[in-house]
């Protein structure tokens, strides 16, 4: 009776997490541009190390998406951040996105290419690649233009496809988490069209380039920025530089600096007021008429 009930309750898990998303989305036909030799396979466990699910070795960008009862007009994609070697797929994914969809949000989850991950330690292989940070950012280079593509076709898509997900194709934004935060701004900076460019945008705790700081900002586009000064990663000052970017240009910005929150942290709890980010970012999107509060 007792093996009866778990394989019962194993049972309602997995349909649980089939559930979790009204659908998944492949954004390719056929092998993603620029890793078609790409021959790993994708994988997800629980890292002991973050405390968190992660996703690893993306090799067929798709999206995940959430869909509200009832929509009012606006998608976001997310990009949950990982040093683009993991993806933190429900503190700073899944979580925000069922956050927003019980808004009126249409949320997409977006599950972009990744550095290739050699044994299933992902987590442990990142924090030993940040010990030489010059080398890391240098191996980095080539994935952040695919992620960033991944972003760019994730919009595409939305946007092809917003009558049949009830979304106003000017209503189109996109939030990133950390190195999430990069793919977010790959859009916003170097989109080559319309149809691949956000109409606001968001990044949270991120680290961008300097070379993708120095593009020009091709359209005033809201953001909205939030961070922790105690970040783990000293990635703090590249929020305000970003911050100043906008403001120099004229063009709509808002920053959240908290004292404490630290590198990641997503929709976690610390009992801190960074808790709340969310609920700023949400004050934000009504603002711009992007949510009904």
């Known amino acids: 009776m007792k093996t009866k009930i778990i394989a019962f309750l194993g049972l309602l898990l997995a349909v649980f997490q089939l559930s979790a998303q009204d659908e998944v989305i492949k954004l390719y036909d056929g092998k993603a541009p620029g890793s078609e030799d790409w021959n790993w396979e994708e994988a997800q466990k629980f890292s002991d190390l973050f405390k968190t699910e992660v996703v690893y070795n993306v090799t067929d960008p798709s999206l995940l998406v959430f869909k509200p009862e009832t929509p009012n007009g606006t998608a976001i994609i997310i990009a949950p951040g990982g040093g683009f070697q993991t993806l933190s797929i429900n503190r700073e994914g899944i979580d925000?996105?069922?956050?927003?969809a019980s808004k009126g949000v249409t949320a997409f989850v977006l599950k972009y290419r990744l550095v290739h991950s050699k044994t299933d330690s992902p987590a442990k292989e990142l924090m030993e690649s940040l010990k030489d940070r010059a080398d890391f950012d240098a191996k980095r280079?080539?994935?952040?233009?695919?992620?960033?593509q991944d972003m760019q076709a994730a919009l595409k898509y939305?946007?092809?496809?917003?009558?049949q997900f009830n979304i106003a194709k000017d209503k189109v934004g996109v939030i990133g988490f950390s190195a999430g935060a990069t793919v977010a701004l790959?859009?916003?900076l170097r989109s080559a069209s319309k149809a691949t460019l956000p109409n606001f945008a968001a990044s949270l705790y991120g680290g961008p380039s300097d070379d993708?700081?120095?593009?020009?900002?091709?359209?005033?586009?809201?953001?909205?920025i939030a961070a922790a000064s105690d970040d783990q990663l000293k990635l703090a000052p590249k929020s305000i530089a970003l911050y100043n970017k906008w403001l120099a240009a004229g063009y709509p910005v808002e920053l959240h600096m908290y004292a404490k929150g630290g590198h990641g942290f997503g929709m976690g709890t610390q009992n801190l007021p960074v808790d709340s980010w969310y609920k700023r970012y949400e004050d934000w999107l009504t603002q711009y008429k992007y949510l009904n509060k």
Do not use: T, Y
């Open 141 to 148: 280079v080539k994935i952040k233009k695919l992620a960033g």
């Open 212 to 224: 993708l700081m120095a593009q020009d900002i091709p359209k005033e586009i809201p953001l909205f």
């Open 186 to 188: 790959e859009s916003v």
């Open 96 to 100: 925000l996105a069922k956050e927003l």
């Open 158 to 163: 939305v946007r092809d496809n917003a009558a």
